[in-house]
Nanobody, 113 residues
Framework: QVKLVESGGGLVQAGGSLRLSCAASGFIFNFRLMSWYRQIPGKERELVAHISSGGITNYADSVKGRFTISRDNTKNMVHLQMNSLKPEDTAVYYC???????WGQGTLVTVSS
């Protein structure tokens, strides 16, 4: 059974930082592209970043230079380091394995101005 559990969300002031983590289980983690998405209420879910099994990364233009995605294949974990946070980054952030149509429960990030 595929399971993704996010942690690390919370309330932070603009300009601050947060680190999100996702613990994965139930599939061969090393083989899979891992993604972070976010969703603002009333809007569609959008891709924030993804990282391939080999560590190649891709970012949404809105977060380039501020967010960093990484993975630890020894611990089946993927992380999202978020720096220089802005109020418009406020959203529920989801860890996902698109190829398996698997999503975590989400973790709320709130950035105050």
């Amino acid at each position: 059974q595929v399971k993704l559990v996010e942690s690390g969300g919370g309330l932070v002031q603009a300009g601050g930082s947060l680190r999100l983590s996702c613990a994965a289980s139930g599939f061969i983690f090393n083989f899979r592209l891992m993604s972070w998405y976010r969703q603002i209420p009333g809007k569609e879910r959008e891709l924030v970043a993804h990282i391939s099994s080999g560590g190649i990364t891709n970012y949404a233009d809105s977060v380039k230079g501020r967010f960093t995605i990484s993975r630890d294949n020894t611990k089946n974990m993927v992380h999202l380091q978020m720096n220089s946070l802005k109020p418009e980054d406020t959203a529920v952030y989801y860890c996902a394995v698109q190829a398996l149509n698997a999503w975590g429960q989400g973790t709320l990030v709130t950035v105050s101005s």
